[in-house]
């Protein structure tokens, strides 16, 4: 079966297979937008079979094909040559601008000469990734097309809501001239030598004219910087984190942002780009102020239903195609997020902490405030508990609206849907941990006390409460949500590990609470898993209940480190790094399933790769080996050796005590 892949720099990405042939959803994207539905490629007529591939980087890859596969182990009485004399490749790099080039190079390998005759075939539609994903929206496109000398051009325009006209336009250029170009097809004939070859090349490059939006930068974007290790296995796994966060990062004019990942989610998600810019935070700091101004001059001023749009409240996630300028869908952006307002003052935080700018917080006073703002009235929305809850109604394109956002994502043990309004557990700790944070921020940088003590007031009382209404005595665990008629959903789940990294949770229950996530049930031997095998739930190959979410484990990580489980720290970095390695290339995916380690680790089939949180992963468990929080102190910890972690990498991660 092949695998799909997604070439990506930045928001350009080619979706394609590991055999290099476009499924269905294939072509290259740009912001949303498809420009380019295949670049196929045909030789005399014949079936060609891809006998391997090569994904050099995050943005490139190489496949070879053969104009069929050797029947050796057959038996024959018809004399057949049992050989392959032609050889196909095609070399694909994506360039950020919105660029293909594809190098296709045919080579004889027989000894007589031969004639060869290639056809590339290629379209554009234009088509919207929501539209490609199954939302219909009911647009005729007419697109213009021309052909000139060794190009074609394809152009497409409409108006926007706005009234602001928007323009596409996909050109695909051929070197050397073809012996015959349309609009759609481009034909080469070549004659080669015994050992000999040819190349063609297609460069494909796309346009994007929107008058009403500057696409000027701040910033140039990071190089950042490669976890070193003496161990192969995790070294290889360090330089595909490293590779796949210069990928997916992108520049702005807010300065550079992670884009949350590839294929369907090439853009700024809110909770997603938070996370993993905390993720890589001290080796990429330039990341995390970029997400942070980013959301800051798209946080929402007004209420706004459809949008799920209040005051003070960041983005989920923001889109940039068609369906979105024209108001087909509402994700220009959509607030539909419990987390990620929280979520960004804790990175404003961590982000000052950690650089030392208090600058930082001055310049983004105003949205700091309308945050801190939101999160209050979130807690003061129930007038019986400080808890943050979402709700959600039949239009909502989402049920859920923390990180776990899936259909049935949330379950009692019996197995029981829980449905909105839910107080989820780790969205608690997120604000828990966002109000002392905030605290710190008005008392040390905006000199504002009095109202640095009503955060840390309120924080106290959360603490206190879900610690009382959450807490699960005959479990020994805390629930994983509670409902708005005060249930509480007592299946044993991830979403509690990461409330130790929030700090919310009693420091007499830790060890329970580590126990149960180190049990049986709960740890699949590759990493905790999202539900445990004890709930009647759990799904194994599921999306948020019982799969192994890589991100989900470094917050626990984290979590354990601040608790001071060392030992665990390290078990579960060493057994998440572990099955990276049994993935192709090293790369962390964004999920995998939750079968326990009696066999390999198995990626989960709908997992996007790369993925922002899934490649941030590596850098939170080495924060969590190293220590968590920035201190004055030059002592550098002591971890096992199969680490392998250079002293090199131990003084990059060394915080400056800020």
């Not at 092949?2 to 072509?27: F, H, K, N, R």
């Not at 976890?227 to 290889?236: L, R």
């Not at 650089?355 to 006073?365: D, F, K, P």
Request: negative net charge; proline residues 5%; contains cysteine.
């Amino acid at each position: 079966m092949t695998a799909d892949v997604s070439l990506v720099d930045g928001y350009s990405l080619l979706y394609t297979t590991s055999a290099g042939v476009e499924p269905a959803q294939g072509g290259l994207y740009r912001r949303d937008t498809r420009f380019l539905t295949g670049l196929d490629v045909t030789v005399d007529d014949g079936s060609f079979s891809a006998i391997g591939s090569e994904l050099i980087a995050p943005n490139h890859q190489l496949v070879r094909y053969a104009d069929g596969f050797s029947t050796v182990n057959e038996i024959s009485e018809s004399g057949e040559d049992k050989r392959t004399s032609v050889i196909l490749e095609c070399d694909r790099h994506v360039a950020r601008e919105g660029i293909l080039t594809d190098e296709i190079t045919i080579t004889n390998h027989s000894s007589t000469p031969v004639t060869n005759g290639v056809r590339l075939d290629f379209d554009a539609d234009f088509a919207d990734l929501f539209e490609i994903r199954g939302v219909n929206g009911g647009i005729d496109r007419t697109i213009e097309s021309a052909v000139d000398g060794a190009s074609v051009t394809y152009e497409y325009g409409y108006d926007a809501a706005d009234g602001t006209s928007v323009r596409y336009r996909t050109t695909i250029t051929f070197d050397p001239v073809p012996d015959e170009i349309a609009v759609g097809h481009a034909d080469f004939e070549f004659d080669l030598d015994g050992q000999d070859a040819a190349t063609v090349t297609a460069t494909v490059t796309t346009a994007i004219e929107d008058r009403s939006q500057s696409r000027s930068t701040t910033s140039s974007l990071p190089d950042v910087p490669v976890i070193e290790s003496d161990v192969a296995e995790y070294a290889k796994t360090f330089e595909q984190a490293a590779a796949d966060i210069e990928a997916l990062s992108a520049d702005s004019p807010h300065g550079p942002v992670l884009l949350a990942g590839a294929p369907w989610f090439a853009t700024v998600f809110g909770r997603d780009s938070l996370l993993s810019a905390y993720q890589v935070l001290p080796v990429a700091p330039d990341l995390a102020e970029g997400v942070l101004s980013y959301l800051a001059g798209h946080q929402s001023t007004a209420h706004d239903p459809e949008r799920r749009a209040e005051p003070g409240k960041m983005f989920h996630e923001i889109r940039h195609g068609e369906f979105a300028r024209r108001g087909e869908i509402d994700y220009d952006p959509f607030y539909g997020t419990i987390d990620a307002t929280a979520l960004w003052i804790v990175l404003l935080d961590e982000t000052v902490r950690w650089t030392g700018n208090e600058t930082l917080v001055e310049e983004l006073a105003t949205p700091l405030d309308a945050a801190i703002e939101w999160v209050i009235d979130a807690m003061d929305a129930d007038v019986d508990d400080p808890f943050v809850y979402y709700d959600a109604t039949e239009d909502d394109p989402l049920t859920h609206t923390a990180w776990k956002d899936s259909d049935m994502s949330v379950q009692f043990a019996d197995g029981t849907e829980a449905t909105p309004p839910l107080a989820s557990a780790e969205v608690q700790g997120y604000v828990y941990d966002a109000l002392q944070r905030g605290a710190r921020m008005l008392r040390t940088v905006r000199d504002d006390p009095d109202r640095a003590d009503t955060l840390e007031n309120r924080a106290a009382t959360l603490h206190d409460r879900f610690n009382e209404t959450f807490w699960l005595p005959e479990r020994s665990y805390y629930a994983a949500a509670v409902t708005g008629d005060g249930q509480r959903v007592d299946a044993y789940t991830s979403n509690v590990g990461q409330c130790l990294w929030s700090g919310i949770v009693d420091p007499d229950r830790a060890d329970a609470v580590v126990d149960r996530l180190f049990s049986e049930e709960l740890y699949s031997g590759w990493g905790v898993r999202s539900m445990s095998t004890a709930d009647a739930g759990y799904s194994p190959v599921s999306y948020h209940i019982g799969s192994v979410w890589p991100h989900d484990n470094s917050l626990i990580a984290l979590g354990l480190a601040q608790y001071g489980y060392a030992d665990r720290v390290e078990q579960l970095s060493k057994d998440v790094l572990d099955a990276a390695s049994n993935f192709t290339d090293n790369r962390m995916p964004e999920v995998f399933c939750g079968f326990s380690d009696q066999t390999s680790p198995v990626r989960y089939p709908a997992s996007c790769e790369p993925q922002a949180w899934g490649a941030g992963t590596p850098y939170a468990l080495v924060r969590a080996l190293i220590g968590v929080v920035p201190s004055e102190s030059d002592v550098p910890p002591v971890l096992s050796d199969e680490f392998g972690l250079t002293s090199a990498t131990l003084r990059r991660f060394e915080a400056r005590g800020r």
